[in-house]
């Protein structure tokens, strides 16, 4: 089945404009009767949830933190992206277009790309309305910098705190519609199920994270915000928290899956450290401005690295990237350096070490320690405390990480998914990205969808049903709810003798091996094959203590890691599917003689989304062909 | 190495709670802190014990989710001689051997225990509901670059802002305060052009609300300032203090407090 995006028609700089006329508009006295749920309170849903309180709507907002300031988004580092060109450098809402449809490699909706350009100005206005502190230049205006896949300075930041800055923002603009009356906040409320009623998303299923309570929320439409999933990976640079339940679990009620293969590995992480380590720690990519890629020319070189003469250093990103140098996109330096690891030219302890150099000695001789401590003094702070090196006087060790998931839920040009009244926002969707995102670029989208596009579509939803109240105590409602407690009970029983991270680390293990940074056809089958073995084994064996009634920490990651545990195939098949390489997705089979990803667009200029059909059965393919009206594919060269 | 810990265990508010002796063996200098702790969860996971409870999300010292006392003071602080530390960024390098940890909850009347070492900080978010933004609506905002900012006010603005809202000021602090977290916020709008039309009424909002809640008056003791993982300066609860004296003497909302200066 071709799935339709909804893309409007008309030139790709009136889409958007044009669409906002043409969606229905609901009356300021009636939106207080519509109850709208937003389920997460990162960028995208705080903003979203405080615009839609804003504008009049009941908003229901849960998030499973105990506040909204904790979101994930708080720890984005770098810079939020937008086509200002206050620097004057040659930088326009088209260049933001088209460098992040070419970063994305073509593989992301145009129309959506061109709106997130479009709104990016906006996006930055709005932030300093709030009083987010952006950097500024002594004349009083706002600086910029530059991010890679760019060759121009359009990346706003806030030291190295960007999203957390951003987030604060969103948060407080929230807790003033709290106060406001329009938006009632639940904290510590995990959503476990969405309810469905006559085809249309009519509510969800939360627990109460404190007393255990199994509670049924109804509303006119239900907006998810829950982010991405890269913690199936379980080293992986998000939060402890992050996870795909909420996505995975409207999934099962029939939202299509798109493109889940498509997981961004960051380049400039901390590499592991050893016998045990919870997660990886990301390093902003802002860094790679200033300090340059490198590991020896020699392969097992394991002298310090200061002592290491220049001309047996390997700048391999300058030398292979010349014009993009150590700024070429995530998923060209990751491979890169992946590349030099394989060679055994890798630094580090240990026999072949995974990770390579980034030296700031240029750059602390050119601008003195100072000014690199100014731009980016708290990220160097981090490394010497989790390394406990000086990356003032010793260069940092970076390797990549899993980070960013750019496959998400399957949505239209209205943010809606394939279910009538679910709308999926942020890294929760799958839209704007396409197979790679651009540094500065999700900060950039999570404030987009949550801001300034949903809350004029959701209208234009709701202006098409009745506002009669949806009642929490239809079948419908009970039947999820009894589902839910029923996987409970079943989670507490199982009784055996290892921890949810047990399995959720060997889980971790094979994706990273398999389904990682580089894939082929072999090694996906073996995935295929061993997932449902891992989960039958967490279904004998898994034991969480303690009950349903009370805080237990320990149920909680268990329900995440059996969703993983499943959702983990989905990304396997979809990977497997696609035989092409582009931006996250590699896969081995697919690649010039230099290692460069080849695309196949005559085949796979499609999203994959994907239908559920029950645990461990294939699931279906439906695909939506990609249409590039503006932007013609070509070779993605970084050269 | 070897470290035992002997950690607050209180299964509810209403519990009375107890220390508990645990015994960690190899445990590996580039472990953080955190991860510590989930080693020996997954140990007593396997035997059937009730794992410890904690907040923790990022690791990366951003969050604010982490918190709580190690031998009294919070974050570990003393274990960080640089300063500026959450526990998720305390990393096992800088213990010995055959250390004693007594870990507990961060303790004050507006934070009561949810369990073990988990605490309920809502109280925060009802201070900055009280006040803590610049009201605007998305989509009638000027272009940035009409709002001049000088660079080192921006930088000001931004030391303030950089507050994770921990609770670490309030566990540390004799009188339980949180002046420190409501200072900063109160400093971070307070300073830029855009946070002045509601400058007052958001000084003496959020104040009158830290004293509703429960938090204390400020010792003049500055332990706060001492365990902040981000470094915010005590400085801006004499910039909360003026802008509160200021606002009720020139605000109408002022005549309700009266009593409290």
């Not at chain 1, 045990?276 to 020699?298: A, C, F, I």
């Not at chain 1, 302890?349 to 750059?363: C, T």
């Not at chain 2, 959450?86 to 934070?111: I, N, S, W």
Request: glycine letters at 10%; a neutral charge.
């Amino acid at each position: 089945m071709s799935l339709d995006g909804k893309v409007p028609t008309g030139p790709i700089e009136q889409k958007w404009s044009k669409h906002r006329f043409e969606l229905k508009l609901v009356n300021p006295a009636n939106k207080r009767k519509y109850d709208i749920i937003v389920v997460g309170t990162g960028l995208a849903g705080a903003s979203a949830a405080a615009t839609l309180g804003g504008l009049g709507y009941n908003v229901k907002v849960f998030t499973f933190h105990d506040t909204p300031r904790r979101a994930h988004s708080i720890a984005a580092q770098g810079g939020i992206n937008a086509a200002k060109n206050y620097q004057g450098d040659g930088d326009s809402i088209f260049r933001l277009f088209y460098d992040t449809i070419k970063g994305g490699d073509f593989r992301s909706r145009e129309a959506n790309v061109y709106r997130l350009a479009e709104v990016s100005v906006n996006i930055i206005d709005q932030a300093v309305a709030q009083g987010v502190p952006f950097a500024r230049e002594y004349g009083g205006y706002l600086a910029n910098r530059s991010f890679g896949g760019a060759q121009v300075s359009r990346t706003f930041y806030a030291r190295g705190q960007t999203g957390q800055q951003l987030l604060l923002g969103a948060y407080q603009a929230l807790m003033q519609q709290v106060d406001a009356g329009n938006v009632k906040l639940y904290p510590r409320h995990e959503m476990l199920d969405v309810v469905i009623v006559n085809g249309h998303a009519r509510g969800i299923i939360t627990r109460d994270l404190v007393s255990g309570k199994i509670t049924k929320h109804s509303a006119h439409a239900v907006v998810l915000a829950t982010g991405g999933y890269s913690n199936v990976y379980f080293w992986s640079t998000n939060a402890k928290n992050c996870n795909v339940t909420a996505t995975y679990r409207a999934y099962k009620r029939g939202a299509y899956f798109a493109n889940p293969c498509f997981t961004q590995t960051h380049p400039t992480c901390i590499p592991a450290s050893g016998d045990y380590q919870s997660k990886l720690t990301l390093m902003s990519e802002s860094l790679r401005n200033d300090g340059r890629v490198w590991v020896p020319k020699k392969i097992g070189d394991k002298r310090h690295p200061n002592e290491i003469p220049e001309e047996e250093r390997d700048y391999y990103l300058e030398r292979k990237y010349p014009s993009f140098g150590n700024l070429v996109p995530r998923d060209i330096a990751s491979r890169a350096a992946k590349y030099v690891c394989d060679e055994g030219r890798g630094v580090g302890p240990g026999e072949k070490p995974y990770a390579v150099y980034l030296d700031f000695k240029d750059a602390i001789q050119r601008l003195g320690k100072e000014k690199i401590a100014e731009r980016y003094g708290n990220l160097f702070e981090m490394y010497q405390k989790i390394t406990n090196e000086n990356p003032y006087e010793v260069p940092m060790r970076i390797y990549p990480a899993p980070h960013y998931t750019m496959g998400g839920l399957w949505v239209d040009y209205n943010l809606m998914s394939n279910i009538p009244g679910l709308f999926v926002i942020g890294e929760a969707n799958f839209s704007d990205h396409g197979a790679n995102r651009l540094g500065a670029s999700a900060l950039m989208q999570g404030l987009a969808d949550g801001y300034f596009i949903l809350p004029y579509t959701i209208g234009g939803y709701l202006a098409t049903v009745s506002w009669d109240k949806v009642s929490s105590d239809l079948p419908e409602f009970n039947d999820a709810a009894k589902e839910v407690e029923k996987h409970i009970k079943r989670l507490l029983s199982v009784n055996g003798s290892k921890s949810p991270d047990y399995f959720h680390m060997e889980l971790g293990r094979l994706m990273l091996d398999k389904v990682g940074m580089s894939r082929n056809r072999q090694g996906l089958e073996e995935a295929l094959k061993k997932i449902p073995e891992i989960r039958e084994r967490f279904w004998k064996e898994v034991r969480v203590s303690g009950n349903g009634e009370s805080i237990n920490q320990t149920l909680e990651k268990a329900g995440r890691v059996a969703d993983f545990l499943e959702f983990a195939e989905l990304m396997a098949y979809d990977a497997l599917h696609r035989e092409e390489s582009c931006g996250g997705h590699f896969r081995e089979e697919y690649q010039t003689p230099d290692g460069e990803a080849v695309r196949n667009d005559e085949k796979f200029a499609y999203v994959a989304a994907w239908e559920y059909t029950g645990v461990g059965n294939t699931p279906i393919l439906h695909k939506e062909e990609l249409k590039f009206e503006v932007v013609k594919p070509s070779i993605r060269s970084y050269k | 190495m070897k470290i035992t810990l002997y950690i607050w265990r209180q299964s509810g508010p209403n519990d009375e709670g107890k220390f508990v002796r645990y015994d960690v063996e190899k445990v590996s200098p580039h472990w953080s802190f955190l991860e510590l702790l989930d080693v020996l969860n997954n140990q007593l996971i396997e035997k059937g014990e009730e794992p410890v409870a904690f907040e923790h999300d990022c690791r990366e010292g951003i969050c604010g989710s982490c918190g709580f006392m190690i031998n009294g003071v919070a974050h570990g602080r003393q274990y960080a001689p640089e300063g500026r530390t959450t526990v998720c960024q305390l990393h096992m390098f800088r213990f010995k051997d055959g250390d004693e940890l007594y870990l507990e909850p961060f303790r004050a009347k507006a934070f009561p225990v949810l369990k073990d070492l988990m605490v309920d900080r809502s109280a925060f978010d009802k201070i900055i509901e009280a006040g803590g933004y610049i009201t605007v609506h998305a989509g009638n905002a000027p272009d940035g670059n009409t709002i001049l900012i000088q660079k080192d006010i921006a930088n000001e603005a931004m030391n303030a802002a950089e507050c994770i809202g921990c609770g670490a000021c309030v566990a540390s602090c004799k009188n339980a305060s949180a002046m420190l977290f409501v200072s900063a916020k109160i400093s971070h709008l307070g300073l830029l052009p855009q946070g002045q039309p509601e400058r007052k009424r958001r000084a003496q909002r959020m104040i009158a609300k830290m004293d509703e809640l429960g938090f204390g008056n400020c010792t003049n003791q500055y332990e706060c300032e001492a365990v902040c993982p981000k470094g915010i300066r005590k400085d801006f609860i004499g910039r909360m203090n003026r802008d509160f004296l200021f606002s009720v003497n020139t605000e109408t909302e002022s005549k309700d407090f009266v009593g409290a200066i």
